[in-house]
C-alpha cells in the first residue's frame, strides 16, 4: 500500500525567505507525486506532479520539488517566500494498485508567510 | 467561468434532514471525483464517475450516501438523514482520461448539520 507522510504540519517564514515543504512516500511501485494547494475558500490546485520524467520539477508560482528515491522524499520549495502562498499544501501520491489509480493525500502543511 | 462548479457553497442543515449536492465539471473531462474534507486533514476520497458509471465507491460511504451521473455530465451527491459526523466540506473535482491524475478540484461545499 502507498502512503504519503508530511512532515510538518505547520511553516512559518519571513516574506523573502525560502520555503521548504517535507514530504516522504511510502511505494511499491514506482510514484507518481503531486503538490496541490488549498487557498483560503477557493478549491484545490495543482501546483506541480512528477510522474518519473526529469527528478526536478518545476511548477506554478516559483515552486518546485524534486524526487529522491533513496530518500522516499518530494520535498516542495521555493527560493523566496510571497505573502500570496499563505495557504494550505497537500503532498499526494498516486495509488496503482489494481486497476483504478486513487489519489492518496498527506494531511497538508499549513504555510504562513510574514511580513 | 470553465472550472468545476459546486452548488450550494453552504448548506446549514438539522440532523435527520437530506440534502444534495450538484457538481458541474469541465466539460470535456469524463472522470468525476467527490471528496470530503474536515477540518486539518486532507480530502478523504468518497467516489468516482467515468461518464455515467460509478467505477468505485470507497468504504467511507455508507448506505445513506449515494451519488449519480446520469447523463456523463453533472454529478449530484445525496446525504440522506444526516448526523452530525457528516458536516465537512464536500469537494468535487474532475480529469480528463488523458491525464487522469491531473484533478481540477471546484470550491467545495461546507456542509454543517446541526
Known amino acids: 500500500a502507498q502512503s504519503v507522510t508530511q512532515l510538518d504540519s505547520h511553516v512559518s517564514v519571513s516574506e523573502g525567505t525560502p520555503v521548504l515543504l517535507r514530504c516522504n512516500y511510502s511505494?511499491?511501485?514506482?510514484?507518481?507525486l503531486f503538490w496541490y494547494v488549498q487557498h483560503p475558500n477557493k478549491g484545490l490546485q495543482l501546483l506541480l506532479k512528477y510522474t518519473s520524467a526529469a527528478t526536478l520539477v518545476k511548477g506554478i508560482n516559483g515552486f518546485e520539488a524534486e524526487f529522491k528515491k533513496s530518500e522516499t522524499s518530494f520535498h516542495l520549495t521555493k527560493p523566496s517566500a510571497h505573502m500570496s502562498d499563505a495557504a494550505e499544501y497537500f503532498c499526494v501520491v498516486s495509488d496503482r494498485s489494481g486497476n483504478n489509480r486513487k489519489l492518496i493525500w498527506g494531511l497538508g502543511t499549513s504555510l504562513a508567510v510574514n511580513p | 467561468d470553465t472550472g468545476v462548479s459546486q452548488d450550494p457553497r453552504h448548506k446549514i442543515t438539522k440532523r435527520g434532514q437530506n440534502v444534495t449536492f450538484r457538481c458541474d465539471p469541465i466539460s470535456e473531462h469524463n472522470r468525476l471525483y467527490w471528496y470530503r474534507q474536515t477540518l486539518g486533514q486532507g480530502p478523504e476520497f468518497l467516489t468516482y464517475?467515468?461518464?455515467?458509471?460509478?467505477?468505485?465507491k470507497s468504504r467511507l460511504l455508507s448506505d445513506r450516501f449515494s451519488a449519480e451521473r446520469p447523463k456523463g455530465s453533472f454529478s449530484t451527491l445525496e446525504i440522506q438523514r444526516t448526523e452530525q459526523g457528516d458536516s465537512a466540506m464536500y469537494l468535487c473535482a474532475s480529469s480528463s482520461t488523458g491525464e487522469v491524475e491531473k484533478l481540477f478540484f471546484g470550491s467545495g461545499t461546507q456542509l454543517s448539520v446541526l
Open positions: 511505494s511499491s511501485y514506482s510514484p507518481s
Open positions: 464517475f467515468q461518464n455515467e458509471a460509478q467505477l468505485e
